[in-house]
């Protein structure tokens, strides 16, 4: 590899830094490109964070898919789980009922929605739990036992071991006053909640269901759940095709599509917006490598007159432009990287210091805030950066190449 172009633009890069005019313009631009860099990158990890967090608790709330047989099915739904037990990207599927209720204890009321569940393992896998050491679950008892978000205990200053009451509302019975069934429940387990789709629900053994409101021909609704929650509708469809009975299948990608949508979109504009940014400092960084075209004729001349061809001189004043870049953007990088990685100490810093703070103190930021930084993002900004810069540059490289020796030396 030939360096003599980097040699030659890092000397005419040294003489230039003795006029304080253009060297003020320069340190200028390159931190106009961090700042830009910087910018991005903290706002593409926070959208990968909030992605994150959004997955976390939609695909931790919701069925990644739902069957729901109709009387054309002919199938019960312990059938449907047997065809689709070792179905390759379903993980498990479990009867899937869901009830409101009022939550009463210490003369405090809640509306609460309560979920079945028949497998634990797979619901331990689901949520994170606050004591993973203490929960056992077998011999559960199916009217005495629920399992409820941190949020609730929290609201409501009950703990784990506490008993509370459930008020049920049974649609199946004629008369308002023998709709209203109340049951008591022991806390047995707390997970974690991550934000508001999630805060107000509680889980009960499948068994309490069957025992006191749902009978096996009742039960025709059957939740999905799978390893690859973002395929899913190509699994439900091709689960669709195996149980070959007439059935209705949706996914949460039905519900919730647009949610991802509007994030990319957001991206984007946030890309584009940045990115003009970083081009107004390349164009300043341009004009700083005309003017030092415009003063360093005679050195052209002579490299002209030693051998140089237009594509060396062209590279030196590339070279010479894409320096200041390479160095705005590594440092914003460099910087960006740096405070993500180090977020949580930054946060931590900050709720220490300032007691009063709309950032720390708003709701939405200690529910969804996140810094997530992914290589891809680190690389596209990276190399589009270096792409605009040689594009800027561009012209005054080849304004410099174009430049007749001849007509420079004759002035000397």
Same mark, same amino acid.
């Given at each position: ?202 889980? $009960? ?132 990287? $740096? ?38 993002? $680190? ?34």
């Amino acid at each position: 590899m030939n360096f003599l172009p980097f040699l030659i633009a890092r000397r005419l890069h040294l003489k230039e830094n003795k006029n304080y005019t253009v060297l003020l313009i320069s340190i200028l631009s390159k931190i106009g490109i961090s700042i830009s860099i910087f910018a991005l990158i903290i706002s593409f990890s926070a959208l990968n964070g909030f992605q994150t967090l959004l997955n976390k608790t939609i695909l931790s709330t919701f069925p990644h898919g739902i069957i729901q047989l109709t009387d054309k099915s002919l199938l019960k739904w312990q059938d449907i789980i047997h065809e689709l037990k070792m179905f390759p990207g379903i993980t498990y599927s479990e009867p899937y009922i869901v009830s409101n209720g009022l939550l009463v204890i210490k003369n405090k009321v809640k509306p609460i929605e309560i979920k079945s569940f028949s497998n634990i393992e797979c619901l331990k896998k689901t949520f994170s739990f606050s004591d993973n050491k203490n929960i056992l679950f077998k011999n559960i008892r199916p009217n005495h036992e629920i399992i409820l978000s941190s949020y609730l205990l929290k609201h409501l200053s009950i703990k784990k071991g506490d008993w509370i009451k459930i008020f049920f509302l049974n649609k199946n019975d004629n008369y308002i006053a023998s709709q209203i069934r109340s049951f008591s429940f022991k806390i047995i387990g707390v997970f974690q909640s991550n934000g508001i789709l999630d805060a107000n629900i509680g889980y $009960v053994s499948f068994d309490f269901f069957k025992k006191f409101f749902y009978t096996d021909n009742k039960i025709d609704t059957i939740e999905l759940h799978m390893s690859d929650p973002f395929n899913a509708d190509k699994i439900v469809l091709n689960a669709a095709k195996k149980i070959s009975k007439p059935i209705l299948a949706y996914t949460w990608i039905d519900s919730y599509k647009y949610i991802y949508h509007d994030i990319k979109k957001i991206k984007t504009i946030l890309y584009l917006g940045l990115f003009f940014l970083v081009i107004i400092s390349c164009f300043s960084i341009s004009s700083i490598s005309l003017m030092t075209i415009s003063k360093k004729t005679r050195e052209i001349a002579i490299l002209r007159s030693m051998g140089a061809n237009n594509f060396l001189i062209q590279l030196i004043f590339l070279y010479y432009g894409l320096r200041s870049i390479i160095i705005g953007n590594l440092i914003g990088l460099f910087i960006g990287i $740096v405070t993500i990685l180090n977020s949580k100490k930054i946060i931590f810093f900050l709720e220490k210091k300032f007691t009063y703070n709309i950032l720390i103190d708003n709701i939405y930021y200690n529910n969804f805030f996140l810094l997530k930084i992914n290589i891809s993002d $680190v690389i596209i900004i990276f190399t589009s950066t270096i792409i605009i810069g040689i594009m800027t540059n561009y012209y005054p490289a080849y304004y410099a190449s174009k430049i007749n020796p001849s007509k420079i030396l004759k002035q000397y």
